[in-house]
């Protein structure tokens, strides 16, 4: 069955400090994988994608096919990046439904 | 451009009582999806629905669920009876043509149900 694994629930780093929030999946054909973040009181937004290879608020995601792995990374922390993560996959059917991974919890201290 | 939304954003109610949860999609939005996020668990997919049509209801509970949009445009999900494990975050989405390649899920504030 498809899977989106985020192994932890908690990061905690500090300002400046490189993050890598990982994210493994499952999946038998080939996705489209996704990172979606909600900042505190504010609704789940798309962070980035992977088919549109961009770089948004410094963070960037590569899809590692060999891995099945697409880890979110920047190389400084700002304190405004503290938020919750979610690592999504899309199957690409006709349906685009959402798996989810169980989410991480960015905490970048000051 | 005003942003999907959700009504109510809090519901309590008890046990075996039912509750109905709304939501609006972008206007123009053709694809609106129903997720929930249950206590300590992941958001799920819950359903699909193209304009009216259900396209995927794979993640529907049990029967307890309704989940209905008329006319294409808002959509609403009943509960009935309400059970505890009900519990949880309910989110919204919508998004374009699938065929255009817009797959770009916007979600709702989320309403949160609380069932004692």
């Known amino acids: 069955a498809q899977r989106v694994t985020q192994p932890e629930k908690l990061l905690s780093v500090f300002k400046g400090a490189p993050v890598e929030l990982k994210c493994n999946y499952s999946?038998?054909?080939?996705?489209?994988l996704f990172w979606y973040v909600q900042y505190s009181r504010q609704r789940l937004q798309l962070l980035l994608r992977h088919i549109s290879r961009e770089s948004i608020k410094g963070f960037t995601a590569d899809l590692n096919k060999g891995e099945t792995s697409f880890h979110l990374k920047k190389p400084f922390a700002q304190e405004e990046d503290s938020a919750m993560y979610y690592c999504?996959?899309?199957?690409?059917?006709?349906?685009?439904?959402?798996?989810f991974g169980s989410g991480t919890r960015l905490l970048v201290r000051p | 451009e005003a942003g999907v939304t959700q009504f109510p954003s809090h519901s309590v109610i008890e046990k075996g009582q039912t509750v109905t949860l709304r939501c609006d999609p972008i206007?123009?939005?053709?694809?609106l999806y129903w997720y929930r996020r249950v206590m300590g668990k992941e958001i799920k997919f819950l359903l699909h629905?193209?304009?009216?049509?259900?396209?995927?209801e794979s993640g529907m509970p049990n029967n307890r669920f309704l989940a209905e949009r008329t006319g294409g445009t808002y959509s609403t999900l009943k509960v009935q009876p309400a059970e505890l494990e009900d519990s949880g975050v309910y989110f919204c989405?919508?998004?374009?043509?699938?065929?255009?390649?817009?797959?770009?899920?916007?979600f709702g504030p989320g309403t949160r149900l609380t069932v004692t």
């Open positions: 989405a919508s998004s374009q043509e699938i065929w255009t390649g817009a797959i770009e899920q916007y």
């Open positions: 999946y038998s054909g080939s996705p489209e």
């Open positions: 206007s123009g939005h053709d694809n």
């Open positions: 629905f193209v304009k009216e049509s259900k396209q995927d």
């Open positions: 999504a996959l899309s199957e690409g059917d006709s349906s685009y439904k959402l798996i």
